[in-house]
């Protein structure tokens, strides 16, 4: 069975402070995708970045990286320098194929 | 272009009433997926469309929950005689072509309906 668990339900920071959202998932599939998705107060699911089972390189744009290490089954993001703007809820998503199971997300706030 | 839309924005309706909710998927986007997100919670898939295929059904929480997608384009997810605890919203998400074994695609999702059973 896939499953995918983000333990922070709710990280508070305060603005220019880094802060990393984990992202722990299950799967018996060799073949998969990881998703990470933002979700800001509107209410709008946005993509950030698909990687899938094949590609452990990390990745960074802007003031986002991602960390994926299939040795952990972990896919964790940080948000360097957070801002304001980055106060939304996150969602870690697995998917193999069309179906794709989220995570219960993490509430990011970001104070001034 | 235009991105994923759904009406309507909020829905409030009585308990045994039925409800229809719309989806319009962005243009050329083959595959269309319901979820539901209860508040404070993680998204729950409910069905999934590609192209001219079966759907996948195995999400429908019940009977009362149905879903169709007409010329493989704008898609209606109809639940009958609602309940309280159907209140939620629902959320429509396109992709494209995204094919069981090959490549998967990102999901491009519509801004919700909010749906209040009373």
């Known amino acids: 069975a896939q499953k995918v668990t983000q333990a922070q339900t709710e990280i508070s920071v305060v603005e220019k402070e880094d802060v990393t959202l984990d992202c722990v998932y299950e799967?018996?599939?060799?073949?998969?995708?990881l998703f990470w998705y933002k979700q800001p107060p509107s209410g709008e699911l946005v993509f950030l970045i698909r990687?899938?089972?094949?590609?452990?390189q990390n990745e960074i744009s802007g003031r986002y990286s991602w960390n994926f290490q299939k040795s952990t089954s972990s896919f964790n993001f940080t948000i360097t320098a957070s801002q304001v703007v980055d106060s939304a809820v996150y969602f870690c998503?697995?998917?193999?194929?069309?179906?794709?199971?989220f995570g219960a997300g993490t509430r990011l706030f970001v104070k001034a | 272009g235009a991105g994923v839309s759904q009406s309507p924005s909020n829905k409030v309706t009585e308990k045994g009433k039925d409800v229809e909710l719309r989806c319009d998927p962005i243009?050329?986007?083959?595959?269309l997926y319901w979820y539901r997100q209860s508040l404070g919670q993680g998204l729950e898939f409910l069905i999934y469309?590609?192209?001219?295929?079966?759907?996948?059904k195995s999400g429908l929480p019940s009977d009362r929950f149905s879903a169709e997608r007409t010329g493989g384009s704008v898609s209606t997810l109809t639940i009958q005689r609602t309940q309280q605890e159907d209140s939620a919203v629902y959320l429509c998400?396109?992709?494209?072509?995204?094919?069981?074994?090959?490549?998967?695609?990102?999901?491009?999702f519509g801004p919700g309906t909010r749906l209040t059973v009373t």
């Open positions: 998400a396109s992709s494209p072509n995204p094919v069981a074994g090959r490549r998967s695609y990102e999901q491009y």
């Open positions: 799967t018996r599939d060799t073949t998969y995708y």
């Open positions: 990687r899938n089972s094949f590609d452990e």
């Open positions: 998503a697995l998917s193999r194929g069309f179906k794709t199971i």
């Open positions: 243009s050329g986007h083959t595959a």
């Open positions: 469309f590609q192209g001219n295929s079966a759907p996948d």
